[in-house]
């Protein structure tokens, strides 16, 4: 990452940043944005490798997952509304009180189940993301493969619309905030762990966040690595004419292969509600910058776009600092764009690409 | 008649009647009205430069609308520093867009298919946020770039002094609102229409159809092909310039949310809409596209109540709530669900389902009546 070192080295050279907290701090700050980053283009090379389509529907489904979880929390919080005669409002009028009704019957449990809706709400969203991806692949994709890729990106988009105009029509054009539960809605003091001093602290949702990415990345590559199913899906991204010759049906692995891509999508969005409240045009926000990151790590390469992703959130917090933004203003803003405009012109195949891959 | 079109000036003449006749045949339509007899003008020559890149050469961008706002600002600027002139302000406009587009061109031509449409619309994406936050002093971010008293528009200044309130654009002395400024507009259509009908005519052309069938074995022929399709998405980008300031022209401001991608989205629809690769396609889809959404956008539930009104009470709320979602607000939910219909059922657009209705008619195979069928003759496998 020569582009990093010349950022760091820059910055300390200026005298402007000789805190080495502060340079932690915005590594931690990139880590959860790469980490969605990495989750959304993970999903779309899944899809490309296998499929061969680029679906610009993909930050639809993120949005769709972010928007599982506010479903969920608000069918959680549905209000049961008592009159308190007991009590009186300075009215005279007696006092309303309103309790969820997951309180009324579970009590302390309920509380905490409505304080846990938004890691909860991913056992929700798994099978609904499975089956919107399935059904979109079914229903829609599946047409598409024969079609020029134009047409693809075009249908895709058209989708893409279609999803987002529907939210903003039942949930509103405003984004919906989501709490994390309490115990993690704090900061941690990573500064006192790791030596660093007493000022580094982080909040305590985006290091789940991380984990969280982490640990999904890790059950995808796993889940393709080490089980048959996986190898099969694998042979199938080098060669699908062969594996079918073999007698697989290659093609319905390749719909559970969207599934789980949309589930991966999804879940990226469900974790990601309380670090920012959704709204209907989220997904196209990010599915823009994931597309750089896929472009960046290499078409086809699925650790290209873990790296990539992590990588450009990173380097993306880094140009957010105020040391750098105050030497040209904006940086933060189109880094990403500009990275991937430099990689593009020195390495056109990305980081990782593989010769080949999408080349006439 | 066939032949007559065929033969240029024939064309051109008929092309200019049509046009410039607008405001009479489109008033049994109640588009007649001014504002949206320029949108109409304009958004074609939005399209027809778009169907140049893609219609010729198969390069689907995905970022045109960066050039459409770019030329507004340009124009705008234009205003502000010298001249209310509106000649001025189209060619600023029209050559800093065209200049935007060759630094643009230049790094995405390096890829084609799928990655070049990714970075088009990376590079929009990147200019919406130069517009809206970055360049601010320069485009006056969120608010949108306007005129104000204290612009220095020094050849006004120097020969009339500054009246009083701002001025408002014109073409040696012809006010450039209303009737005029459609004029204006229908006037580089026109000339539009021109140059995009010579560059489909010519060796150009042809070497562009060229790349869009096979590039490789183009370059095996010994082309290089980089320069002609660099040339193409030039003429394009300088088309949606032109388009941007004529709207900077008709309302004197510009602002980020015209380089949004949904703006891009906007006029890849027109084109596929009216019929790629076909000359008037574009410009046709661009109309629709416009007239339904100026249409469907002013709908309100009140309105749909009335339009239900025939429905028994229970009946007609829900028909009002079904419809409710695809009018007023919710006309982008329209946009997209056409989109996709159009590409799924009738990749050609309009044109090719006009030249099914011909066939049939001319083969004699399918009998009246069967045009609806006919357009969705082609099933998605």
């Given at each position: 990452?020569?582009i990093l ?6 910055s300390v050279?200026?005298g402007a ?11 931690l ?8 980053y ?8 899944l899809?490309?490798?296998?499929l ?10 993120f949005m ?24 009186t409002?300075?009215w005279g ?14 009590g302390d449990?309920g509380?905490?189940i409505?304080d ?7 056992i ?8 919107i ?15 020029p890729?134009?047409?693809?990106i ?6 893409a ?12 054009a405003?984004?919906?905030?989501q709490?994390?539960?309490d115990?993690v809605?704090?900061?941690?003091n990573?500064?006192l762990?790791?030596?660093?001093g007493?000022?580094?602290?982080y ?8 984990a969280?990415?982490?640990f999904?990345i ?5 889940f ?5 199913y996986?190898?099969?899906?694998r ?13 697989i049906?290659?093609e ?17 969005g ?14 196209m926000?990010?599915?823009v910058?994931?597309f750089?990151v896929v472009?960046v790590?290499?078409?086809g390469?699925?650790?290209?776009a ?13 140009a ?8 040209f203003?904006?940086?933060d803003q189109i880094?990403?764009?500009?990275v991937a ?8 195949r ?5 010769e ?5 | ?30 588009a ?11 958004y074609?020559?939005f ?10 050469t198969?390069?689907l ?6 050039f ?11 205003f502000?520093?010298f001249?209310m ?12 867009a065209g ?6 061109g ?6 084609s298919?799928?990655?070049?449409s990714?970075l ?9 946020n ?18 104000t ?17 701002l ?7 012809l006010s ?5 400024g459609?004029y204006?507009?229908?006037t ?5 229409f ?5 560059i489909?005519?010519s060796p150009f ?10 590039q490789?074995r183009?370059?095996?022929?010994g082309f290089?092909?980089r ?9 394009s980008g300088m088309?949606?310039?032109l388009a941007?300031?004529?709207?900077a022209v008709?309302d004197p401001?510009?602002g980020?949310?015209?380089m ?6 906007e ?16 410009m046709l ?15 309100n ?22 419809s ?15 989109f996709?219909?159009?590409v799924?059922f ?5 044109m ?13 195979g399918?009998?009246?009546?069967e045009?609806?069928p ?8």
């Amino acid at each position: 990452m020569p582009i990093l070192h010349l950022l760091l080295e820059h910055s300390v050279d200026n005298g402007a940043l000789r805190n080495m907290d502060a340079i932690f701090l915005q590594f931690l700050n990139g880590l959860d944005k790469g980490g969605a980053y990495a989750l959304i283009a993970l999903g779309l090379t899944l899809v490309f490798g296998t499929l061969g389509v680029v679906n610009f529907a993909h930050g639809a489904l993120f949005m769709l997952g972010a928007f599982c979880a506010v479903t969920f929390n608000k069918l959680l919080s549905l209000e049961l509304v008592v009159l308190d005669e007991t009590k009186t409002t300075a009215w005279g009028t007696a006092l309303e009180v309103r309790t969820a009704y997951i309180e009324n019957w579970f009590g302390d449990f309920g509380t905490t189940i409505l304080d846990y809706s938004v890691p909860i709400s991913i056992i929700v969203a798994i099978p609904v993301m499975l089956l919107i991806g399935i059904a979109m692949e079914r229903g829609l994709i599946k047409y598409f493969y024969k079609r020029p890729h134009a047409d693809q990106i075009l249908v895709t988009f058209g989708m893409a619309i279609v999803i987002q105009e529907i939210i903003k029509h039942y949930f509103g054009a405003n984004p919906i905030p989501q709490s994390a539960p309490d115990i993690v809605s704090g900061s941690a003091n990573i500064g006192l762990w790791l030596g660093l001093g007493d000022n580094v602290v982080y909040p305590w949702w985006r290091l789940v966040y991380f984990a969280f990415s982490a640990f999904i990345i890790a059950a995808v590559f796993a889940f393709l690595q080490f089980t048959t199913y996986g190898m099969v899906v694998r042979a199938g991204m080098r060669d699908s004419e062969t594996v079918g010759l073999l007698g697989i049906n290659i093609e319905k692995r390749f719909t559970v292969v969207f599934g789980l891509a949309a589930v991966v999508a999804g879940l990226a969005g469900v974790m990601y509600t309380p670090i920012l409240p959704p709204d209907y045009h989220m997904g196209m926000d990010f599915l823009v910058l994931s597309f750089v990151v896929v472009v960046v790590g290499g078409m086809g390469s699925l650790p290209g776009a873990v790296l990539a992703g992590f990588m450009l959130g990173i380097l993306q917090s880094f140009a957010s600092m105020n040391e750098i933004t105050s030497l040209f203003p904006g940086i933060d803003q189109i880094i990403i764009y500009l990275v991937a405009v430099v990689i593009l012109l020195t390495m056109p195949r990305g980081l990782l690409g593989r010769e080949g891959v999408m080349e006439e | 008649m066939k032949q007559l079109l065929s033969k240029e000036p024939f064309a051109l003449l008929l092309f200019s009647a049509v046009i410039l006749t607008m405001p009479i045949w489109l008033a049994p339509l109640g588009a007649n009205y001014p504002d949206l007899l320029q949108k109409f003008a304009i958004y074609a020559i939005f399209a027809m430069g778009f169907n140049i890149l893609f219609g010729l050469t198969g390069y689907l961008s995905f970022g045109h609308a960066a050039f459409l706002g770019v030329g507004s600002y340009a124009a705008v600027w234009s205003f502000k520093l010298f001249t209310m002139n509106v000649l001025p302000a189209v060619l600023f406009g029209t050559a800093f867009a065209g200049g935007v587009a060759l630094l643009i061109g230049f790094v995405c031509l390096r890829r084609s298919g799928i990655y070049f449409s990714i970075l088009t619309l990376a590079f929009a994406q990147m200019f919406y946020n130069l517009a809206y936050s970055v360049m601010t002093p320069i485009t006056n971010g969120e608010t949108g770039l306007q005129l104000t008293l204290q612009d220095p528009r020094i050849i006004d200044r120097a020969l009339a002094p500054a009246g009083q309130g701002l001025p408002s654009t014109e073409l040696f002395g012809l006010s450039m609102s209303g009737y005029s400024g459609f004029y204006f507009c229908a006037t580089m259509l026109i000339i539009c229409f021109f140059i995009s009908r010579r560059i489909f005519k010519s060796p150009f052309g042809l070497t562009l159809l060229g790349i869009k069938s096979n590039q490789t074995r183009m370059n095996y022929t010994g082309f290089n092909t980089r320069p002609y399709t660099l040339t193409a998405f030039v003429i394009s980008g300088m088309f949606a310039g032109l388009a941007g300031s004529l709207l900077a022209v008709t309302d004197p401001l510009a602002g980020a949310e015209r380089m949004q991608w949904t703006a891009s989205g906007e006029v890849v629809l027109m084109t596929i809409l009216g019929g790629v690769g076909t000359l008037i396609g574009p410009m046709l889809g661009a109309w629709i596209i416009k007239y339904f959404e100026n249409i469907f956008s002013s709908f309100n539930d009140d309105a749909l109540q009335q339009v239900y009104s025939f429905l028994p009470e229970g009946l007609r709320n829900m028909a009002v709530d079904l419809s409710s979602l695809f009018v007023g607000e919710g006309w982008h939910l329209t946009l997209g669900v056409l989109f996709m219909l159009i590409v799924i059922f009738l990749p050609g657009g309009l044109m090719e389902g006009w030249r099914r209705i011909v066939r049939r008619f001319r083969g004699g195979g399918g009998g009246e009546g069967e045009s609806a069928p006919a357009a969705t003759a082609q099933p998605a496998e």
